[in-house]
Structure formats: structure tokens, C-alpha cells
């Protein structure tokens, strides 16, 4: 069975950086594109990134272009989210997402997932 675990989340100051962690077990995160998705109260889950299975692509939300880094390292079977300038309205529990594809540089579409963690709690004050 496949788990996704992630962590990382905690409560910081606008302005501040958190590194979310998401580690895979029971399988090879290799046979995955990846992504992070995010749910604030009250609003419907949206996807925030994405990376291939080869990590040459990447995409991200607007709202977090030049802010956020989606990066893996399958050796470790890691998924990480790197959150920098952080601002209120990036507090959300965060998701770690996969999606199996047969092309290692498909990025995949908010349909294509098909296995979830539990998330994290990510809280920014201002």
C-alpha cells in the first residue's frame, strides 16, 4: 500500500519560509508526477504545483510564482514544497498529491491524481 505522509507545517510570521516535507512509502515516488495542493477554510482545494516524474518540468499557481520551489529527490522518496515570503492567504492544509504517467516529463492536470496524503497545516499571521 502506498502512503503519503507529509509535514513540515507549522504557524509562522508573513514574510517568514517553511520547507514541507512529503515522504513516500510502500512504492517508488520515481513512477510518479507529483504535485501540492492546498485547502483553506471555506474554499475548495486548489492545485499550487507540480513536477514531472524526471523533475524537468515544473508549474506553479500565479499566487506563488517566485515564492514557492517544488523539487523531489527519489533516492529518498521525498516530495518537498520550499515556502518563501510567505503571506496570509497562504494559510491552507497542505497536500501532497500523485498521479502514475507513462511520459517522465508529463505534468499532470488537477484530474489526473489519484492518491493523497493527509495533510499539513500551514498558518501565516500577518
Known amino acids: 500500500q502506498v502512503e503519503f505522509v507529509e509535514s513540515g507545517g507549522v504557524s509562522v510570521q508573513a514574510g517568514g519560509s517553511l520547507r514541507l516535507s512529503c515522504e513516500i512509502s510502500?512504492?517508488?515516488?520515481?513512477?510518479?508526477?507529483m504535485g501540492w495542493f492546498r485547502q483553506a477554510p471555506g474554499k475548495e482545494r486548489e492545485r499550487v504545483s507540480a513536477i514531472s516524474r524526471n523533475a524537468a518540468r515544473t508549474w506553479y499557481i500565479d499566487s506563488v510564482k517566485g515564492r514557492f520551489t517544488i523539487s523531489r529527490d527519489d533516492a529518498k522518496n521525498t516530495l518537498w514544497l520550499q515556502m518563501n515570503s510567505l503571506r496570509p492567504e497562504d494559510t491552507a492544509i497542505y497536500y501532497c498529491?500523485?498521479?502514475?504517467?507513462?511520459?517522465?516529463?508529463?505534468?499532470?492536470?488537477?484530474?489526473?491524481?489519484?492518491?493523497w496524503g493527509q495533510g499539513t497545516q500551514v498558518t501565516v499571521s500577518s
Open positions: 498529491a500523485a498521479a502514475t504517467a507513462w511520459n517522465p516529463e508529463y505534468l499532470p492536470v488537477q484530474s489526473d491524481y489519484q492518491m
Open positions: 510502500g512504492y517508488s515516488a520515481s513512477v510518479y508526477c
